[in-house]
């Protein structure tokens, strides 16, 4: 899915937080969006995701305003992801749930991703007892198993130990590579934006600086 954002101004209170002319999130990429603490990168993310309606300016999916498909076919993982008070299995299992995905079918695909994950040894844990970087692990995999056309990420391994970033990071590059979906993924790692990237966008102070 490709976001096309046009005049987008977003305030809070008398505060500006965002102005942006132009931008084009590229159909099919993966778009790093990196800037200082405050520079409005979640907040975009939140006005993509349609969580945030409250701004001026037009944001367009494939050249369509947001509705009700559009929403069923993008997800937001927020910095401090919530997960249901049941097992971490019912937590990847639940999208595929709503979208009536029959039960064999739901089950090779959990199976898959925590393995794909490796985090099967948390497939029994409440997923509101999961430490910080855990809960991070299984709101990526829980993301990823319904195949989203648009992926939007907010900063989704900065709890996360080396050993993890790999496996996110081989998997955020697996599922663009495998179903084409879009991604865009604020981080404060340039590194890590290099290593996944095709394109990287800075915010500054609510503004596209290239
Ligand atoms: N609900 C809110 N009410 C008022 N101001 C807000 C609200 N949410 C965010 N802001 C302000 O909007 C600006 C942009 O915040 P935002 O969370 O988008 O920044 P960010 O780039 O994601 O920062 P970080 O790197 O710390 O996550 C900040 O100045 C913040 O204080
Ligand atoms: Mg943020």
Known sequence: MKVSISTLKKYYSDKQVLDIDNLCIEKG??????????SGKTTLLRIISG???????????D?????????????????????????????????LK????????????????????????LRNKKGHLLSGGESQ????????????????????????????????EREILNFNKETKGTVLIVTHNIEQAKRLCHRIIR????RVVE
């Open 29 to 38: 990429k993966i778009t790093g969006l990196i800037g200082p603490n405050g």
């Open 51 to 61: 969580l945030d309606s409250d701004f001026t300016g037009t944001v367009k999916y």
């Open 63 to 95: 050249d369509h305003l947001l509705d009700k498909d559009i929403y069923k076919k993008m997800t937001l993982v927020t910095q401090k992801p919530y997960l249901f008070k049941r097992r971490v299995y019912e937590n990847i299992e639940y999208p």
């Open 98 to 121: 709503v979208r009536r995905v029959n039960k064999k079918l739901r089950k090779e695909k959990v199976e898959e991703i925590m393995a794909r994950f490796e985090i099967e040894d």
């Open 137 to 168: 692990k299984v709101s990526l995999a829980r993301a990823i198993i319904f195949e989203p056309e648009l992926l939007l990420l907010d900063e989704p391994t900065s709890n996360i130990d080396p050993v993890s970033i790999k496996i996110m």
């Open 203 to 206: 915010l500054d102070c609510g």
